[in-house]
């Protein structure tokens, strides 16, 4: 029909009235994308880009060269080297290299270390072309040391400081004549921190020596060898982080749960624990809440909780007990601790267990004591239901901005020589329990929470120290620089520095901190938290290292990076929610509990929390992309008068 019965400008005024034409389709497609593609944007983690100052360099100190096994130094050489000697034999080799920090302060964007690798010996033979032949004694690696002024013979195998670079050179690699570099960023960042001198470092191979009595080396450029071949760091500082950040926040009402206050999302499943008898659980990805009514088997006021499959053990602050709640079976079993009206807060298992957890260590915040509750024995076989509940309840979603602030922290020098204050601590044993009594020698304090390591656990005191139990009869009493600080949570890192924060529930002038405990050398690092009067109350530290916490007054959820000196602080959408316990899932979301109205919330970094979008998504989508179709449709509607126009004309004609 097209162009054969109808005359050419009607059939393009009646063609165009059917379809649009291609500007129209393309700006109608436009829109939608444009549409979809914020709310994804809206879904999503969106901090700026910060901006950088140009990069700069470092030469190395001229201090530079090499340590032996048997106390021999050498210094002032064109080269340094790594490996193992013959003469004597089969002694080990490190280089030491160190760059000034004079003039540099502030964030660093990145920094890396340049070596000039020059040639290599294996079994005696050298070799200068590339590829070199590996020496053969495993990974070349970089370490952080301290500084270490000029080389002795004390300097070989100095211990590390922390941030190590790791790995420069493979122990299956065949590196080329020329530089090779690795990130050391967080070494010299952890240096400029702590207000040292110099960024240095030791070079060695991960194996000492073959025991060969043969020469296995690698040789590395020295100050000496000029611009050409020294080592030097390249570096970059941030001129400031960027304005803001966004992050998708969901938030669930509990079905009957009231003031919640323990979480645990580590083991991929969100539990919590309401203050009025119940312990529940969301799966996220349904919407869908169980609870169970833990108080119909004498749990009063659940506070904390462990998780261990199906079992959580859980804290019963105002009934004095310790309970369990087996939730495959629905059935709940409790325990009362010996001493009165003791008040059960934080409790954890042991730093490692077999199979299965063999005791629980828990504070006693009212009458300042440390309790541990065996397992197994007949304590919890008086088994009670816990009537189980299901429902489904539709989460809001908010974007969250950030507020962002750069806070210089206080670093207060620690003494590794001398230990810190020792106090007997006899434990008192009745059936399964035992208790340690902090009354004598930490007077006033409210152990709140407990956390264990390789060999001890380490408690909070709602004071400005923390304490450790060690060995089971004593306990090791570590100061804070901050006299008005009231420690409350605490966790250890990967490296073993304890973490804490400090804060006030009550009335008082306690600040607001988040410090870090070295336990080797009792140096304390200490920030103020931006939010005055936040109490940052429940932390914990993510793969990353990041440090997340809530803030009970503050209204908020805060993360420090460490290295950067900069606090994130994510506000709640609604007034008072008073966020308490924190906990972190495997996928690096951020779960909380909003005791003030009776919520549960989870934030994530990534943009990726679940549902990732508001449940309205699609209706936004499809009530979007009919408007605009309609919009088209209503210019179209006027183009088929024209059309009836000519029909008529024609019609006229014939």
């Not at 994804?40 to 030469?59: C, Q």
């Not at 790995?167 to 050391?184: E, H």
Request: charged share 15%.
């Amino acid at each position: 029909m097209q162009g054969k019965f109808l005359p050419r400008r009607l059939d393009r005024i009646l063609w165009s009235s059917v379809v649009p034409s291609g500007r129209q389709v393309v700006r109608a497609t436009a829109l939608v994308l444009l549409m979809v593609a914020s709310i994804f944007v809206a879904n999503s983690s969106l901090p700026l880009p910060e901006v950088n100052a140009s990069p700069d360099v470092r030469y190395s100190d001229p201090t530079d060269g090499v340590v032996t096994g048997s106390g021999g130094i050498n210094t002032g050489a064109s080269h340094f080297w790594v490996g193992d000697e013959q003469d004597p034999p089969n002694v080990p080799l490190q280089a030491f290299v160190k760059f000034s920090l004079s003039g540099i302060s502030g964030t660093l964007a990145s920094a890396r270390l340049y070596l000039y690798v020059a040639f290599s010996d294996h079994d005696a033979v050298s070799d200068s072309s590339s590829p070199l032949t590996n020496p053969g004694l495993g990974d070349c690696l970089v370490r952080h040391i301290g500084d270490y002024g000029t080389l002795g013979p004390s300097d070989f195998n100095a211990p590390s400081i922390g941030s190590d670079p790791g790995v420069l050179i493979a122990g299956t690699a065949t590196p080329n004549v020329g530089y090779t570099s690795i990130d050391t960023t967080a070494a010299m960042q952890d240096d400029i921190n702590h207000g040292r001198a110099f960024t240095t470092f030791l070079i060695k191979l991960s194996t000492d020596t073959d025991y060969d009595g043969k020469i296995d080396r690698l040789f590395f450029g020295a100050s000496e060898a000029g611009a050409t071949e020294a080592p030097y760091i390249d570096y970059r500082l941030s001129l400031g982080p960027p304005p803001s950040v966004l992050v998708g926040l969901t938030e669930w009402s509990l079905p009957t749960g009231r003031s919640p206050a323990g979480i645990s999302a580590e083991s991929g499943r969100i539990w919590y624990a309401s203050g009025n008898g119940v312990i529940g659980q969301i799966d996220p990805p349904t919407n869908t809440f169980t609870e169970w009514a833990v108080q119909a088997g004498g749990a009063q006021n659940p506070a904390c909780l462990r998780v261990f499959g199906d079992t959580i053990y859980f804290t019963d602050r105002a009934g004095n007990k310790i309970g369990k709640l087996t939730s495959n079976r629905d059935q709940v079993s409790t325990a009362t601790v010996p001493t009165s009206d003791s008040g059960p807060n934080g409790i954890t298992f042991s730093y490692i267990f077999i199979d299965s957890p063999t005791s629980l260590t828990f504070t006693e915040e009212w009458q300042r004591k440390i309790g541990r509750l065996q397992l197994g024995g007949m304590i919890f076989d008086l088994l009670l239901p816990a009537p189980r509940s299901s429902a489904t309840q539709t989460p809001t979603f908010n974007l969250v901005a950030s507020e962002i602030h750069v806070v210089t922290p206080t670093v207060t020098p620690g003494n590794p020589h001398l230990p810190p204050p020792i106090a007997s601590a006899t434990p008192v044993a009745s059936g399964p329990f035992t208790e340690w009594s902090l009354s004598p020698f930490m007077a006033d304090s409210r152990p709140m929470t407990v956390i264990p390591d390789e060999t001890s656990y380490w408690f909070s005191t709602y004071r400005n120290y923390l304490g450790r139990l060690v060995s089971g009869d004593r306990v090791y009493i570590f100061g804070l620089p901050t006299a008005s600080s009231s420690t409350i949570d605490l966790k250890v890192d990967t490296t073993g520095n304890i973490w804490y924060t400090a804060g006030n529930f009550f009335p008082g002038t306690s600040r607001d901190i988040i410090g870090k405990l070295e336990p080797g050398t009792g140096t304390v690092t200490e920030w103020i938290v931006p939010t005055t009067g936040g109490t940052p109350s429940s932390l914990a530290i993510d793969k990353s290292g990041m440090i997340w916490f809530t803030q009970y007054h503050g209204n908020k959820i805060g993360k420090l990076d460490p290295t950067t000196y900069t606090f994130y602080e994510f506000p709640m959408p609604i007034l008072n929610s008073r966020p308490l316990r924190l906990s972190i899932d495997p996928n690096g979301n951020i779960w909380f509990t909003e005791e003030g109205i009776n919520k549960v919330g989870g934030l994530s970094p990534a943009g990726q929390m679940i549902p990732e979008f508001p449940e309205n998504i699609f209706v936004i989508i499809i009530v979007a992309s009919a408007a605009i179709l309609v919009t088209l449709s209503n210019r179209l509607k006027k183009q088929p008068s024209a059309a009836r126009k000519i029909l008529h004309k024609e019609n006229i004609r014939r």
